[in-house]
């Protein structure tokens, strides 16, 4: 039996992505595809660290707008992340995998206070770690918490589960002429403007020498692909 390419990962998954074609809320069938493939990928001895977005819910940026201060509106939106964090852990537990949510604002009474060696040591018994709350400070996007945490935890890589199947060199939908990339480098992705992560997180990922590979999640079994070494997707490297 082939063994996965990689030993530890942070998926990052959207908050849009969870709510399948509804766009808001939660879709629970999308979601407990998801879950399946996470398992899969569980039983196969790979170490699974997620950072979920909360745009499903809010977007401070976007829905707060000019209508609020933006470090309260940020707050919101961190507080939309820990209720799809909750969401994905419930449905992994009655799949049988064993899981526990950190979040980086502390909210003791249904999740772990965010602690780099105990989530680890999570990772290490084989329990899927949900990290909620983004990074815990405004201005900071859950992209930038998905290069964070897997900095903090030693992942391979960095899996961004996305409603679009790669980097192209325009928006496709705009443009029938955008070319899509198997590889591009950090400095590309900054210099050319595209919107992978936003500039924060793509420098932060370069600086720490994380690649990230962008696939589409709309086949979840494209995680377990892109887990045991299939091309999918675009990656994103030195």
């Known amino acids: 039996m082939a063994k996965p390419h990689y030993k530890r990962v942070l998926l990052k998954i959207s908050g849009e992505a969870l709510a399948g074609d509804a766009s808001r809320g939660l879709d629970f069938n999308v979601i407990g595809q998801v879950c399946d493939v996470i398992k899969e990928c569980v039983d196969l001895g790979v170490q699974v660290g997620i950072v979920v977005g909360g745009g ?130 950090y400095d590309d992705v900054l210099a050319q403007h595209l919107k992978v992560m936003d500039s924060t997180a793509t420098s932060l990922s370069m600086d720490n020498k994380i690649p990230v590979l962008l696939f589409a999640l709309k086949d979840p079994r494209n995680i377990l692909r892109v887990v045991m070494g299939e091309k999918i997707g675009t990656v994103v490297e030195a």
């Not at 829905?63 to 449905?91: E, Q, Y």
């Not at 680890?120 to 998905?146: M, Q, W, Y």
């Not at 939908?173 to 590889?183: E, G």
């Open 56 to 185: 499903n819910f809010w977007r401070g940026l976007k829905d707060g707008g000019d209508r609020m201060v933006r470090v309260r509106a940020d707050h919101m939106g961190m507080l939309a992340t820990s209720i799809n964090a909750l969401a994905v852990a419930d449905v992994l537990e009655q799949k049988g995998v064993e899981v526990r949510v950190q979040t980086a604002i502390e909210m003791k009474s249904v999740a772990e206070p965010y602690i780099r060696q105990r989530a680890i040591r999570h990772l290490e018994k084989g329990r899927v770690v949900i990290f909620g709350c983004g990074t815990g400070n405004p201005f900071f996007s859950t992209d930038t918490a998905a290069v964070l945490r897997a900095a903090e935890i030693d992942a391979d890589v960095i899996l961004l589960a996305k409603n679009i199947d790669g980097v192209y060199s325009a928006d496709p939908k705009l443009d029938p002429t955008a070319v899509k990339y198997d590889t591009i480098s």
